[in-house]
C-alpha cells in the first residue's frame, strides 16, 4: 500500500467498522480499515435478529460487507493489528505491527470487546454456541430447553427474569453463596426457578453444545443452554491510551453522536455499547460514518 494519508482511519473491520466505512465511501472520503481479523464472534455458529440474515453465519455476513465495501475506490484495507496511536497537528498517526504508518483526521474505533471467562473447564469452548449472552440473538433456537443462568445476585435476578420469557425450565447457578435478596429467592422459586449456589467445576459438552453442568461436589444437572455474562475489557487499548475516558462498565463513553470524550475520535459497535449484536453494531457504525463525514464538511466549509 503506497498511500498513507487518509482522511479517516477505522481501526476494527468487522460490521460497525464496515458500516461505517460503506457510510463513508459513499460520502466520497479516503478511508483506510484496519483489522486483525478476530471479531468477538468468530466462534458462533449463526447470526440472527438481524433482519435479511436471520440464520446466516457470522462470517459469511462481514465477508460479503467486505466485498461491497470493497468496491467503493476510495476504501483501503490494511490486514493487521495497530499498536499505536498518536495525536499529531492535523490529527493522528497510526502504528501497526509491522511498523506502516498511517495518518488520518479522524479516527473510528470499532474494536469491540474481550470477554474475561470465568475458570470454568468447557466454558471458553461453549461461549457463542450453547454459552449465550442474549436471548435477542440466540434465544428463539433454544426456546423451552432446560436452561440454566450463571449469575448472582441483582443481575441474577434481573436475568432470571428475562430469560423466563423464553424457557420456563430454567435454573440459576449463582457459583457460589447466593446474594440474592429474601424477596428474590422468594419471587424466583414462585416462578419455577430452581436456585443452586454449589460452585461450578466444568461444563460437559460435544463440540460446544452443553449438556451437563458440573459442580465442585460432583453433581451435575443436563442443560441445553446456558447464559452468562462475563466481565469484559477492551479488546483495544489504543483508546485509553489517547485519554478516551470509559464508563462504569468499561466502555468507550460515547454521546449521541458516537463521539468519544477525546475531539476527532468515535466509536461504534460493542466498543461503546452494552447492546451487543450484529444489527446493532451495523447500525451505529452507519450512523459513526455519517456523523464523521459531516464533521469533516463543517470543518472545511469555512
Known amino acids: 500500500m503506497n498511500k498513507s494519508n487518509f482522511e479517516v482511519i477505522i481501526i476494527g473491520?468487522?460490521?460497525?467498522?464496515?458500516?461505517?466505512?460503506?457510510s463513508l465511501g459513499r460520502s466520497l472520503r479516503q478511508v483506510l480499515?484496519?483489522?486483525?481479523?478476530?471479531?468477538?464472534?468468530?466462534?458462533?455458529?449463526?447470526?440472527?435478529?438481524?433482519i435479511t440474515q436471520d440464520g446466516e453465519k457470522p462470517a459469511a455476513i462481514s465477508a460479503?460487507?467486505?466485498?461491497?465495501?470493497?468496491?467503493?475506490?476510495?476504501?483501503?484495507?490494511?490486514?493487521?493489528?495497530?499498536?499505536?496511536?498518536?495525536?499529531?497537528?492535523?490529527?493522528?498517526?497510526?502504528?501497526?505491527?509491522?511498523?506502516?504508518?498511517?495518518?488520518?483526521?479522524?479516527?473510528?474505533?470499532?474494536?469491540?470487546?474481550?470477554d474475561l471467562f470465568p475458570e470454568i473447564q468447557g466454558f471458553a469452548d461453549c461461549w457463542g454456541i450453547s454459552v449465550l449472552h442474549c436471548p435477542y440473538c440466540h434465544g428463539y433456537e433454544v426456546k423451552n430447553e432446560k436452561t440454566?443462568?450463571?449469575?448472582?445476585?441483582?443481575?441474577?435476578?434481573?436475568?432470571?427474569?428475562l430469560i423466563s420469557n423464553w424457557t420456563k425450565d430454567l435454573r440459576l447457578c449463582t457459583n457460589g453463596k447466593s446474594e440474592l435478596t429474601l424477596e428474590?429467592?422468594?419471587?424466583?422459586?414462585?416462578?419455577?426457578?430452581?436456585?443452586?449456589?454449589?460452585?461450578?467445576?466444568?461444563?460437559?459438552?460435544s463440540d460446544g453444545y452443553i449438556s451437563n453442568i458440573v459442580f465442585r461436589n460432583r453433581e451435575k444437572i443436563e442443560v441445553k443452554a446456558a447464559y452468562a455474562k462475563p466481565p469484559l475489557e477492551q479488546h483495544?487499548?489504543?483508546?485509553?491510551?489517547?485519554?478516551?475516558?470509559?464508563?462504569?462498565?468499561?466502555?468507550?463513553?460515547?454521546?449521541?453522536?458516537q463521539k468519544t470524550s477525546i475531539s476527532g475520535i468515535y466509536a461504534s459497535g460493542d466498543c461503546s455499547t452494552q447492546m451487543r449484536s450484529v444489527a446493532l453494531a451495523v447500525s451505529s457504525g452507519s450512523f459513526a460514518g455519517a456523523v464523521i463525514n459531516k464533521e469533516l464538511i463543517d470543518e472545511d466549509f469555512k
Open 184 to 205: 428474590q429467592t422468594e419471587t424466583l422459586k414462585s416462578h419455577g426457578v430452581l436456585i443452586l449456589e454449589e460452585e461450578i467445576d466444568s461444563f460437559e459438552h
Open 13 to 22: 473491520g468487522s460490521y460497525s467498522g464496515l458500516s461505517a466505512a460503506m
Open 64 to 114: 460479503k460487507a467486505k466485498l461491497q465495501v470493497d468496491l467503493y475506490e476510495t476504501v483501503q484495507f490494511y490486514n493487521g493489528l495497530a499498536v499505536e496511536a498518536v495525536k499529531v497537528k492535523n490529527g493522528f498517526e497510526v502504528k501497526t505491527e509491522s511498523g506502516a504508518v498511517f495518518a488520518s483526521r479522524k479516527i473510528l474505533f470499532a474494536t469491540g470487546v474481550k
Open 148 to 161: 440454566a443462568i450463571i449469575a448472582n445476585g441483582e443481575m441474577g435476578f434481573e436475568y432470571a427474569k
Open 33 to 50: 480499515v484496519i483489522d486483525s481479523g478476530l471479531p468477538c464472534n468468530r466462534q458462533t455458529p449463526y447470526s440472527h435478529n438481524f
Open 236 to 257: 483495544c487499548e489504543l483508546p485509553a491510551i489517547l485519554g478516551c475516558e470509559l464508563n462504569e462498565h468499561g466502555l468507550l463513553k460515547v454521546d449521541f453522536m
